[in-house]
């Protein structure tokens, strides 16, 4: 497959997941936490890589119990992929979990903290 259909494969099963997960996901904390990070393709089409990002600002949300239902929610993906694309073979999703949104929201209240501390100090 060239980098060209892939990238538009890309693109478009990006935009299938996340249309699912804002219209007919019912689980809410998967609703309103999980966004898609990168939509990632295998050469030969047969897998896809989803990494999702769980903006949590709160640190209240068990990431294991997010990664679990999201798992479950793999045949479901492949179903609705398999239903909106006409490919040869529908990719076989594995799900995969990012947290360097939740690194920068932590970086950025450490700095915030720090300028607070020195302004207080001047």
């Not at 060239?2 to 998967?30: H, V």
């Not at 990012?98 to 300028?115: F, M, P, Q, R, T």
């Amino acid at each position: 497959m060239n980098d060209r259909r892939k990238k538009g494969l890309e693109k478009e099963i990006s935009r299938i997941i996340g249309m699912t997960l804002l219209t007919e996901i019912k689980n809410e904390k998967i609703k309103n936490l999980v966004t898609i990070h990168k939509v990632e393709l295998t050469k030969d089409g047969r897998y896809l890589d989803l990494t999702f990002s769980i903006l949590d600002l709160k640190n209240n949300v068990n990431r294991e119990k997010i990664a679990e239902d999201l798992n479950k929610l793999k045949g479901f993906f492949r179903k609705k992929i398999g239903s909106q694309l006409t490919v040869r073979f529908v990719p076989e999703v594995r799900i995969h979990l990012d947290d360097s949104v939740e690194y920068g929201v932590k970086i950025a209240s450490i700095l915030s903290e720090i300028k607070k501390e020195n302004s207080d100090t001047e």
